[in-house]
């Protein structure tokens, strides 16, 4: 038998170190990679000491030069001295992780294209954010800090989810290549007046949600998808500014509609009403459309609508009454969750379905009767509803904690 050994020699990549910055060195393509921040002996688990992260767009090693085209994955994670970060248009990516954790970095300016998901998660003193053009995608939850300004480049057409969720940001400007804005984007920011940008057709869900210091938002006739709860909980918001051109959507009395007035999409939370009456064109009212509405003490929903979707009334804290047309077949998850003065509510006999948490703390409920054509009810639908007293068909499938914590239940054989 004969047996042949060939010797293999592996390449390995070579690293260099510049200004405490670690570079990997692709000597085929002449290409470099940022891949970690000096650490001590070289270990990752160490603490690096380096303050100022800027980041060369070019390095030369042995007389060639090496283009940086990448920060790679947890390259600088956990560097927590690190104060300031330079990243040159060279880069390509920032790659997801690449600056988490650096509590101390307060300062950062990016001209790399792509900043991925998450790249700066963690970074919660950051203030001062530079973005140059040449950027494209602001990933995921990629930029969330205490910055209180922000001016998107025009090449950016991709702005992430959450991608500035929870910061403090107070102003934005937009650029001009942006054509959606995507869930969470801005959600429970400080952003007190927003314009959205001419090229932007879509405006993801949740998109501003919870930006309780916003009075003002401008829409244009290009946008022509809202989805649920784009622009809930802000309840500083009493109107939409929009297009009177838009051929899409319509605003009445403060109150945002599809064009054709069928579909409810939002009821400005900072909307001084106490009571309000849902057009008779309504079918539908969009998930969180009335969600935590603080001056809402009665609403009267029309027979036109059959379906009243997740979180409707979600934390409406002062209403006390809803009264239900007797079209409606479903009651989403969560509808009156936290409702705790909600006293005067029938569930009429047209409904089919209770979703989860419908009712969860409604502390003013005193008697529910669940219709006989109501064929589930989630999983707690009726919790912590302590003062509560409810009667169910022996038919009804129930969730095992539909009524955990609720007063008493009682099952009745007849129709009620």
């Known amino acids: 038998m004969l047996l042949s050994i060939i010797s293999i020699n592996l390449l390995?990549?070579?690293?260099?170190?510049?200004?405490?910055?670690?570079?990997?060195?692709?000597?085929?393509?002449?290409?470099?990679?940022?891949?970690?921040?000096?650490?001590?002996?070289?270990?990752?688990?160490e603490e690096s000491a380096i303050t100022e992260a800027n980041i060369r767009s070019s390095i030369t090693y042995r007389g060639a030069s090496y283009r940086v085209i990448?920060?790679?994955?947890?390259?600088?994670?956990?560097?927590?001295?690190?104060?300031?970060?330079?990243?040159?248009?060279?880069?390509?990516?920032?790659?997801?992780?690449?600056?988490?954790?650096?509590?101390?970095?307060?300062?950062?300016?990016?001209?790399a294209k792509e900043i991925a998901n998450d790249a700066f998660e963690g970074c919660t003193n950051l203030q001062y954010i530079t973005l140059n053009e040449g950027?494209?995608?602001?990933?995921?939850?990629?930029?969330?800090?205490?910055?209180?300004?922000?001016?998107?480049?025009?090449?950016?057409?991709?702005?992430?989810?959450?991608?500035?969720?929870?910061?403090?940001?107070?102003?934005?400007?937009?650029?001009?290549?942006?054509?959606?804005i995507e869930r969470s984007a801005f959600a429970s920011t400080a952003l007190r007046e927003v314009v959205i940008p001419q090229n932007v057709t879509s405006i993801g869900g949740s998109a501003f949600s919870g930006c309780k210091k916003l009075t003002k938002i401008t829409i244009h006739n290009k946008v022509k998808e809202i989805e649920d709860a784009a622009f809930?909980?802000?309840?500083?918001?009493?109107?939409?500014?929009?297009a009177n051109d838009n051929p899409y959507?319509?605003?009445?009395?403060?109150?945002?509609?599809?064009?054709?007035?069928?579909?409810?999409?939002?009821y400005p939370s900072g909307k001084k009403n106490t009571s309000y009456i849902i057009p008779s064109s309504v079918k539908k009212i969009a998930a969180y459309a009335f969600e935590n509405i603080p001056n809402l003490h009665s609403i009267q929903i029309s027979n036109s609508v059959t379906e009243i979707g997740d979180g409707n009334f979600n934390e409406c804290r002062n209403l006390e009454k809803i009264q239900i047309g007797n079209h409606v077949q479903k009651i989403g998850?969560?509808?009156?969750?936290?409702?705790?003065?909600?006293?005067d509510f029938t569930i009429p006999n047209s409904v089919i379905e209770i979703g989860e948490h419908a009712f969860e703390y409604c502390e003013g409920l005193i008697e529910i009767?669940?219709?006989?054509?109501?064929?589930?009810?989630?999983?707690?639908?009726?919790?912590?509803?302590?003062?509560?007293?409810?009667?169910?068909?022996?038919?009804?499938?129930?969730?095992?904690?539909?009524?955990?914590y609720s007063e008493s239940v009682e099952f009745y054989d007849t129709e009620e």
């Open 249 to 266: 959507f319509t605003v009445v009395d403060g109150v945002l509609f599809n064009k054709d007035k069928t579909i409810l999409i939002q």
């Open 333 to 343: 998850g969560y509808v009156c969750q936290r409702c705790f003065n909600l006293a």
């Open 232 to 242: 809930s909980n802000c309840t500083s918001l009493q109107t939409f500014d929009l």
């Open 70 to 111: 990448s920060v790679r994955r947890a390259a600088f994670e956990d560097c927590r001295r690190l104060t300031t970060a330079s990243i040159p248009s060279s880069v390509q990516i920032i790659e997801e992780g690449a600056f988490r954790r650096c509590y101390a970095l307060t300062s950062v300016t990016i001209s």
């Open 135 to 180: 950027i494209v995608k602001i990933g995921d939850g990629a930029l969330k800090g205490k910055n209180t300004s922000i001016t998107i480049p025009n090449s950016v057409t991709k702005i992430g989810i959450g991608a500035f969720a929870s910061s403090t940001l107070q102003t934005v400007k937009f650029g001009s290549d942006i054509k959606r």
């Open 12 to 45: 390995r990549a070579e690293t260099i170190t510049v200004d405490m910055i670690v570079y990997s060195l692709d000597e085929n393509n002449h290409t470099a990679q940022v891949v970690d921040a000096k650490r001590g002996l070289g270990l990752r688990g």
């Open 369 to 404: 009767v669940i219709p006989r054509n109501v064929q589930t009810v989630g999983r707690f639908a009726f919790s912590s509803c302590r003062s509560l007293t409810i009667k169910v068909h022996r038919q009804t499938h129930c969730h095992w904690d539909a009524f955990a």
